[in-house]
Structure formats: structure tokens, C-alpha cells
């Protein structure tokens, strides 16, 4: 990709995040700060709100089957932030890293992509309308693809425009004593959606045998990465066959929100097995 691309996404960061000090990684990691939720052991009462929420406005798009249960729970050693895992019989668990801190203002981001009309919700309704067994999946494949394209844009299909900074104002941060203001979350994972398209390139680079400290100076000017992001970063890039997962997020997304403009073609993603090539007339 070329970095124009990446930076469009940081003027949009610049004009998105509150207007303090500091450079423009500073300032996004400072947002994130102010909405880190201490301590992180009342995050799964929380999500169990956004879930009922996600579910709820998911149901207008497609039905959902009655009886479900999706739990959450806090977990350690891991590589990822969150990850959504159906299980079979109508139940699923989210699971989130308890050593990450958490933003708040990435509730929904996260539950509607693990969740709610992301990951849990296809896996779901695939297997109960396909008979399409979902708990063994493959990496990477198409299918991938298309599942991370819609995991980035499902708190958008949900919470259009403002409706979730609304709904967090309303319905999590006074619990969590937090006081919103001055940023728009909207745009600003927006331009971490952009953002995923740094990896790829990452990726690229690191396939040619450049060095770990280029690969590391291009995560921290490109994706806004502080010193404690790079290390691990830079463990997923080194080659294994799992690398080219990496491209599945931003491509997936670009494909996807290009051609998910409607219920029925969100439906589609959920109910049905479209490959990428189906997206793209």
C-alpha cells in the first residue's frame, strides 16, 4: 500500500483525537489512557451489556436464534487482545487479555468484531443454516478473509455514525466513571482500520530480509506503535505459515465494506459462503 494511504488515516487521527500535547502517537495513546477501564475484572459485566446490544440490533439484520449464551472471560499468556469463539450449541465466549489495559471506548469495536454481527454471529448462523460445522476453520484461507473484513466492519453495520459513542455515554462510562469528550471514536477506528494496512506492508518488507530495526521504525511511524507494541509485532512477522493472515484485515475490509452496503449483502456474509471474487460484482 502506498503510505499516502496511511497518511490520509492520520490526518483523520489528528482531527478525530482531543487536542493535547505531544506527537500523534502521543496523543492517541493519551485518548487511550483516558478511557482505560480500572480494575479490568468489571470488564466482563460490561461486555455482557454490549452483548445484549450488539445481539439485539444484529437481530434487525438477520435472526438470531433464541437461547443463546455468549459468556466472557478474562484470560492470560496470549497474543491477542480479544477473540471470539463459538463452541457449539448456541454458546460462545469472548475472550479478552487481562495484561492489555482495556479502552473503554473500544467496547463495541471489540464485541461487535468477536461478536455480534462479527466472528461468533457467522460462525452461528452458518452452522445452524449450512450445517456447516464452525469450531475447526482454516488459516489462512478466503474464507478468513472475508470473516476479519467483516469482524472490522461490524461495529459500523450496528452503530452508524455517533450511535455508539452515544450509547457508550449513556450505558458504560458513568459506571465507569469516565467523562467523555473532545475525540470521535468513529473516525478514529476508522483510521485503525487504515492502519491494519501497515501490516501487510510490514510483512512485505520483512520477506525481503530487512532488518528488525527497519520493520520497527516502520511500525512506530506508521502504525503509531510505542516501544512496547513493536517487540511483539515484530514476532508475528518473522516467517511461518501464518504470516500471510496478516493481509486478511485491511484487504478484507476494503473488499467487504465496498460491497456490504445493505442488509441483505450483510446478510449474505452471515448466512451464506461467498468467496471473494462473489464481492467483487
Known amino acids: 500500500m502506498p503510505e499516502q494511504v496511511f497518511e490520509q488515516a492520520h490526518a483523520e487521527l489528528d ?64 497474543a491477542f487482545q480479544g477473540a471470539g469463539d463459538y463452541e457449539g450449541g448456541l454458546r460462545s465466549t469472548i475472550h479478552i487479555n487481562k495484561a492489555i489495559p482495556f479502552n473503554l471506548a473500544d467496547l463495541l469495536y471489540l464485541v461487535a468484531h468477536e461478536g455480534h454481527p462479527g466472528h461468533i454471529a457467522e ?15 482454516f488459516l489462512p484461507s478466503p474464507s478468513f478473509g472475508l470473516s476479519e473484513g467483516l469482524g472490522l466492519l461490524a461495529e459500523e453495520l450496528v452503530f452508524p455514525g455517533d450511535e455508539a459513542q452515544v450509547w457508550l455515554n449513556e450505558h458504560v462510562f458513568p459506571e465507569a466513571g469516565l467523562r467523555p469528550g473532545g ?18 506492508n510490514a510483512a512485505l518488507l520483512a520477506a525481503e530480509g530487512r532488518p528488525e530495526a527497519e520493520l520497527a521504525a516502520y ?20 516467517p511461518s505459515p501464518m504470516l ?15 460491497w456490504a452496503t445493505g442488509p441483505d449483502r450483510v446478510r449474505r456474509l452471515l448466512t451464506e459462503q461467498p468467496l471473494p471474487s462473489d464481492l467483487t460484482v
Open 15 to 78: 482531527a478525530a483525537l482531543p487536542r493535547t500535547s505531544g506527537s500523534l502517537a502521543d496523543r492517541l495513546r493519551a485518548w487511550q489512557a483516558a478511557h482505560t477501564l480500572e480494575p479490568i475484572e468489571r470488564l466482563p459485566g460490561l461486555v455482557a451489556k454490549a452483548v445484549a446490544e450488539t445481539r439485539a440490533r444484529t437481530c434487525a439484520i438477520v435472526p438470531l436464534p433464541e437461547g443463546e449464551v455468549v459468556e466472557c472471560r478474562l484470560v492470560e499468556g496470549v
Open 123 to 137: 460462525s452461528m448462523l452458518k452452522e445452524l443454516r449450512l450445517g456447516v460445522r464452525q469450531q475447526v476453520r
Open 183 to 200: 475525540s470521535d471514536p468513529a473516525a478514529i477506528h476508522h483510521a485503525r482500520n487504515v492502519l491494519w494496512g501497515v501490516w501487510g
Open 219 to 238: 511500525l512506530t511511524r506508521w502504525a503509531l506503535y510505542g516501544e512496547g507494541e513493536v517487540a511483539p509485532a515484530l514476532g508475528l512477522l518473522r
Open 244 to 258: 500471510p493472515y496478516i493481509f486478511g484485515y485491511f484487504h478484507g475490509w476494503e473488499l467487504v465494506r465496498s
